[in-house]
């Protein structure tokens, strides 16, 4: 397994931006898949971004695709997940997952989680 920080979260009005990071700690190689879920209250969690740590694989919800962009910066061990256009229906906290393998949406599959990020968007 390996560890999983997020950080990023905030308060932000509906149209802003937010970058979330997930810096990511032990063993890690390209055979990894990581993922960013979501949970708002009352609702379950679910995938809203993923990618291969090799870069390929990148799958993400039709709720956020062309709005939030997942990346990686190898030197730095750090996941991100950029998020424009941002609107109320994205408030949530935000979980940064790793699991060995290719990208899959459920999320029992993911052996690491991260503590998670509160993501607050106004409108």
């Known amino acids: 397994q390996v560890q999983l920080v997020e950080s990023g979260g905030g308060l932000v009005q509906a149209g802003g931006s937010l970058r979330l990071s997930c810096a990511v700690s032990?063993?890690?190689?390209?055979?990894?898949?990581m993922g960013w879920f979501r949970q708002a209250p009352g609702k379950e969690r679910g995938l809203v971004a993923a990618?291969?740590?090799?870069?390929?694989?990148?799958w993400y919800s039709e709720s956020v695709k062309g709005r939030f962009t997942i990346s990686r910066d190898n030197a730095k061990d750090t996941v991100y997940l950029q998020m424009n256009s941002l609107k109320p229906d994205d408030t949530a906290v935000y979980y940064c997952?790793?699991?060995?393998?290719?990208?899959?949406?459920?999320?029992?599959?993911?052996?690491?989680w991260g503590q998670g990020t509160q993501v607050t968007v106004s409108s």
């Open positions: 990618m291969r740590w090799s870069g390929g694989g990148v």
């Open positions: 032990g063993r890690t190689f390209s055979g990894y898949s």
């Open positions: 997952a790793a699991r060995v393998g290719p990208v899959v949406s459920g999320g029992t599959f993911y052996d690491s």
